[in-house]
């Protein structure tokens, strides 16, 4: 697991907001993460089959498939997959019913950007 050292963490990011998406991905590469990033989650799906990323962080309320749906394909994908979602709608992502991750983790905008690094960082410590 060494080889994963000396290259950068690769995360998967999906989200709508063209502004929210240029943020985000701009804090997490400055804080040496590996981003590529989509604005709908089918586009990101098509992308997870092609390599492996160890986050997806992906709204929850996109076009075409929804964060959710996203989270669950990711996860059958590839098992080991962490996720985290952002929205403004943390009910949503809680409900029990809609088959998310169980170890997903929810951050609620709005939020500041260190605070997403730092949950970014303890989630793939973990």
Not at 24 to 46: E, I
Not at 86 to 115: C, Q
Request: net charge negative; hydrophobic share 50%; charged share 30%.
């Amino acid at each position: 697991m060494d080889a994963a050292a000396d290259q950068a963490t690769k995360i998967l990011l999906a989200e709508d907001d063209n502004d929210m998406r240029r943020f985000l991905v701009k804090a997490l590469q400055n804080a040496g993460f590996t981003v590529t990033s989509f604005d709908n989650g089918l586009a990101a799906y098509h992308r997870l089959r092609e390599e492996p990323f160890e986050l997806l962080l992906t709204d929850i309320v996109m076009p075409e498939m929804d964060g959710i749906e996203l989270a669950r394909r990711a996860t059958e994908l590839d098992p080991d997959i962490k996720v985290m979602f952002i929205t403004g709608f943390a009910a949503v992502a809680l409900n029990p019913d809609n088959n998310a991750p169980r170890e997903a983790k929810i951050l609620s905008k709005p939020f500041h950007l260190k605070d997403l690094v730092g949950e970014v960082q303890r989630l793939l410590a973990a």
